[in-house]
C-alpha cells in the first residue's frame, strides 16, 4: 500500500483534533517521529508471515 508521508499541517491538525497542546517550535520534531514510526510499521507490514501463529498461541509446555 502506498502511502505518502504527514505534514507538519496534518499533524498539528491532529494534534488539535486529539486536544493536545503541540508548540510550534515541537512540530518539525514531532512530524519526523511520526513519519519514521510510520515507516517502521509499513515495513512490518510487507512481511509475509504465512501461517505463523499469534504470540498468544505459544505453549512453552
Same mark, same amino acid.
Given at each position: 500500500m502506498a502511502t505518502t508521508d504527514l505534514a507538519p499541517a496534518d499533524i498539528a491538525r491532529l494534534a488539535e483534533r486529539a486536544g493536545l497542546p503541540l508548540p510550534p517550535d515541537r512540530l518539525p520534531a514531532v512530524t519526523a517521529t511520526v513519519n519514521a514510526i510510520h515507516d517502521v510499521l509499513r515495513t512490518l507490514d510487507? &512481511?509475509? &508471515?504465512g501461517d505463523t501463529a499469534p504470540a498468544s498461541a505459544f505453549d512453552a509446555g
Open positions: 510487507g &512481511l509475509a &508471515l
